[in-house]
Structures are given as structure tokens and as C-alpha cells.
Nanobody, 123 residues
Framework: QVHLVESGGGLVQAGGSLRLSCAASGRTFSRYTMAWFRQAPGKEREFVAA????????YYADSVKGRFTISRDNTKNTVYLQMNSLKLEDTAVYYC????????????????WGQGTQVTVSS
């Protein structure tokens, strides 16, 4: 069982930055692929970024490539999402997920989900 707790969300102006954190319980954090998804009002949950457990390889949605950076610290059981050059369309609830499936961008890969943290980008 893995328990995920996100933090770091908030209100930021367009062009600004935020760093999200996701702290995971459990002793096998390093074996999980970790990901961030987001869901805006009236829209489906969408993939943002993922990082594998073994090699630490990152994957990004095209919409955030070059602006967001995912990283992990296996000694702290924590995954991060550094978000720069934020846009109005980045406004959403951001969810952390942990999983062992083969497809980093697919929600079904992930067995565990956090409660989410709100990110609001204002003009």
C-alpha cells in the first residue's frame, strides 16, 4: 500500500513558477513510476509528466515540455514537479500517482493516487 500526499499548489500569476511535491509512504518507493496528472473543471484528467523508478527517465506531455520538470528523491520518498512559465491553461487540480505498469502516460498504469492540489494561474 502506498499513500500519496501532494503539496505546493496555490495561486500564481501567468509567467510565474510553482513547485509541487508528492510525499509517498512505504519502503518500496524506488520501484514505482511516479507521475503527475491534472484535471481542469469540465475536462478529463490528463497526463502531465512521469518519471520511472529504475532509470529515472522522464516523460512529458507536449503541452508542458520545456516548461515543467519532474524529478524524484528516492531517499526522501518524494517526487517533484517544477512548473515554470505558467499559463492560464495550466489551471487545474494536480494529482500525484504511483504505479508499476508499462505506459507512463496512461492512467491505468497507476495503482495509487493522491487527493490532489489546486493550481490556479491568474492573468
Amino acid at each position: 500500500q502506498v499513500h500519496l500526499v501532494e503539496s505546493g499548489g496555490g495561486l500564481v500569476q501567468a509567467g510565474g513558477s510553482l513547485r509541487l511535491s508528492c510525499a509517498a509512504s512505504g519502503r518500496t518507493f524506488s520501484r514505482y513510476t511516479m507521475a503527475w496528472f491534472r484535471q481542469a473543471p469540465g475536462k478529463e484528467r490528463e497526463f502531465v509528466a512521469a518519471i520511472t523508478g529504475s532509470s529515472g527517465s522522464p516523460y512529458y506531455a507536449d503541452s508542458v515540455k520545456g516548461r515543467f520538470t519532474i524529478s524524484r528523491d528516492n531517499t526522501k520518498n518524494t517526487v517533484y514537479l517544477q512548473m515554470n512559465s505558467l499559463k492560464l491553461e495550466d489551471t487545474a487540480v494536480y494529482y500525484c500517482a504511483a504505479g508499476t505498469g508499462p505506459l507512463p502516460a496512461v492512467p491505468m498504469t497507476y495503482e495509487y493516487w493522491g487527493q490532489g492540489t489546486q493550481v490556479t494561474v491568474s492573468s
